[in-house]
Every structure is written in C-alpha cells, then in structure tokens.
C-alpha cells in the first residue's frame, strides 16, 4: 500500500528566504506526482505535475524535483512571500490505478514578513 | 480562468439523514472525482467517474455512497444515512484528459458536519 509523507509538518520563514518541502512515497512504480497548495477552508490548487520520466518541473518561483527510484520529491520555493502561506501537499498516482491520487500529509509553512 | 463549483459551502444534517453534495465540474472536462479530507488528516480518494460510470472506487465508497450525472453539467454525490463518521470536507475535482496526463482542478468544497 502507497504510503505518502511530507517533512517538515510545519515551516515558519521569513519573508526572501528560499525553502525546500520534502515528500517521500514508499512504491516507487508511480504515473507522475502532483503539488498541490491548499489554502484555509478552500479547495486544492494544483502547482506542478511531474510524469513518471521526468526529473524536474518549474513554474514561476516554483521548482519540483523527482527521484523516483528513491522514492521523493521536493518543493523549491524561491524568494518566498507572504502571499506563500498556506498548506503544501504532494499526491502520488501509482501504476495500479488509473484515477486515484494518495495524498501526503502536508507541509503547513507560513512566510513572515 | 474555468472553475469546479460546489454547493453547499456548508451541510449541517442530523444522523441517519440523505445528504446530496452538488458540484459543476469545469465545462469540457470528461473525468470526474470526489475526494474528501476528515479533519487533521489526509485528502483521500473516494470515487472517479467517466463516460457515465464508475471507474474507480475506494473501500471507502460502500453502498452508502452514490454517484450521478443527472445531466451535462452536474455531478453529485449523495450519502444516504449518514453516520457521525462521515463528517468531512468533500472535494470535488475534474479534469480533461485523466489524472494520468494532466493537473486535476478542485472545487472549495462542502463541509459536512453530522450531528
């Protein structure tokens, strides 16, 4: 059974420091990894998709990194911001599935000024 | 920019009651999903729906749950008698190509409260 999980829980920084979210997933034999942001009382956003073959997504000040023999992934977060705060989650679809993503645990940070 | 939409915002029901969670998935997509999140733990997957079935479920999605699409643009999930367990926020997400290809979109989702 694919077990997901995401190190820190909590992150506190202030406000310009660049940050790394850690995910690690226990089967490696996955279709690709998602990283998803969730802010309080709201829905899920997805940040990045990274496929199976690849190694490295980016978008804007985001960067997420795949190992998937090793089994982890990670979240660059450049200059961060405030506007940062909220929860990280990382999901994972294994090859046994077509449909479902096994979520991680999260990782709440909160970017101070 | 196109959105999953979901009503209620909020469902207070008392237990043993039916509830029906509404959602209005993004206007081209094919591929349908409810997930929900108990609070304090993990997002987990409930059911994924396409071409107007069921594709996949979780032990989760028993005989208590159901899914439909009574028409183009709804997609809903009803519990029938709830249970004080199944307290949650319920997410519904959908996307276009499948969850294998591309990003799945979310809605704010329904919290659930039992009572």
């Known amino acids: 059974k694919q077990e997901v999980t995401q190190i820190p829980a909590a992150l506190s920084v202030p406000e310009g420091e660049n940050l790394v979210l850690n995910c690690s997933f226990t089967?490696?034999?996955?279709?690709?990894l998602q990283w998803f942001r969730q802010d309080p009382g709201k829905g899920l956003t997805s940040l990045l998709l990274?496929?199976?073959?690849?190694r490295e997504q980016t978008s804007g000040r985001l960067n997420a990194s795949l190992d998937k023999s090793s089994g982890r992934s990670t979240l660059y977060i450049a200059a961060s911001q405030p506007g940062d705060s909220a929860t990280y989650l990382c999901a994972v679809i294994g090859t046994g599935t077509a449909s479902k993503l096994t979520f991680g645990t999260g990782t709440r940070l909160q970017v101070t000024l | 920019e196109p959105e999953v939409t979901q009503t209620p915002s909020h469902q207070v029901t008392q237990m043993g009651q039916e509830v029906i969670l509404r959602c209005v998935p993004i206007?081209?997509?094919?591929?349908f999903y409810w997930y929900r999140q108990i609070l304090g733990q993990k997002v987990e997957f409930l059911v994924s729906f396409y071409n107007n079935e069921i594709s996949e479920k979780s032990e989760i999605f028993d005989d208590q749950f159901s899914v439909e699409r009574p028409d183009g643009s709804n997609f809903t999930l009803k519990i029938r008698s709830t249970k004080l367990e199944d307290s949650a926020m319920y997410f519904c997400?959908?996307?276009?190509?499948?969850?294998?290809?591309?990003?799945?979109?979310f809605g704010s989702g329904t919290q659930l409260s039992v009572l």
């Open positions: 990274i496929q199976s073959s690849q």
């Open positions: 206007s081209n997509h094919l591929y």
């Open positions: 997400a959908s996307s276009d190509t499948g969850v294998l290809f591309e990003k799945l979109f």
């Open positions: 089967d490696s034999a996955i279709y690709n």
